[in-house]
């Protein structure tokens, strides 16, 4: 299973970005699909995840700016990002779970930076 992100880029803060991320390869049973985020000195933190079933979260930080949306049928998932702020400059990462967990994989990177 192989991802692949696209979207980033530098905007201004109260600026929007539309990231996106394809998934391919021999996909079994796609379940969880998520965007994580990631600076220098941090862990790499859950921003937003949707299940197969189309339920989502947010962490705190990014609710009410940012929405993620999938469309199975393409194997894509999208963070819409609106608001953006100075802190949400990070490296973005895409990732995928399959069924109970059966398997992840995780696309490379995208820099998001947000200029105030």
């Known amino acids: 299973v192989q991802l692949q992100a696209s979207g980033g880029g530098s905007v201004q803060a109260g600026g929007s970005l539309r990231l996106s991320c394809a998934v391919s390869g021999i996909i079994r049973r796609l379940n969880f699909m998520a965007w994580y985020r990631q600076g220098p000195t941090i862990h790499r933190e859950l921003v937003a995840r949707?299940?197969?079933?189309?339920?989502?979260f947010y962490s705190d930080s990014v609710k009410g700016r940012f929405t993620i949306s999938r469309d199975n049928d393409k194997n894509l998932v999208y963070l819409q990002m609106n608001n953006l702020k100075p802190e949400d400059t990070d490296v973005y990462y895409c990732?995928?779970?399959?069924?109970?967990?059966?398997?992840?994989?995780w696309g490379q990177g995208t820099l998001v930076t947000v200029s105030s």
């Open positions: 949707i299940s197969s079933d189309g339920t989502t």
């Open positions: 990732n995928a779970i399959g069924i109970y967990s059966s398997w992840e994989a």
